[in-house]
């Protein structure tokens, strides 16, 4: 059973910064995609960042510019740095990973990890 292991929310003001981290407990035959989500306090789901198996990266229109999505394949971890945060990016982040098995492919997510962000 893959696990993902959150770290790194906590509290900001306005224009710091956090980067969260995000580990699996195992790959299987490799990791096909990756992405972070928030839910906002509105119950608002969102895409924030995502990356595929090759590597290419796409932003929420709202985060571009200031989120950065990683990934170390050797340590099975994905990251999100979030620079010049705003009050309006507080929310519950969740990182994902699309994982190959040889009995297919499965979505994997994390445990959520609260941001606030004040002004």
């Known amino acids: 059973q893959v696990r993902l292991a959150e770290s790194g929310g906590g509290s900001v003001q306005a224009g710091g910064s956090l980067r969260f981290s995000c580990a699996a407990s195992e790959i299987g035959l490799g990791i096909l995609g990756l992405a972070w989500h928030r839910q906002t306090p509105k119950n608002e789901r969102e895409l924030v960042a995502s990356?595929?198996?090759?590597?290419?990266?796409t932003y929420g229109d709202s985060v571009k510019g200031r989120f950065a999505i990683s990934r170390n394949s050797a340590e099975k971890t994905m990251y999100l740095q979030m620079n010049n945060l705003k009050p309006e990016d507080t929310a519950t982040y969740y990182c994902?990973?699309?994982?190959?098995?040889?009995?297919?492919?499965?979505?994997?997510w994390g445990q959520g990890i609260q941001v606030t962000v004040s002004s």
């Open positions: 990356m595929s198996g090759r590597g290419r990266t």
């Open positions: 994902m990973m699309t994982i190959d098995h040889d009995v297919g492919y499965h979505d994997y």
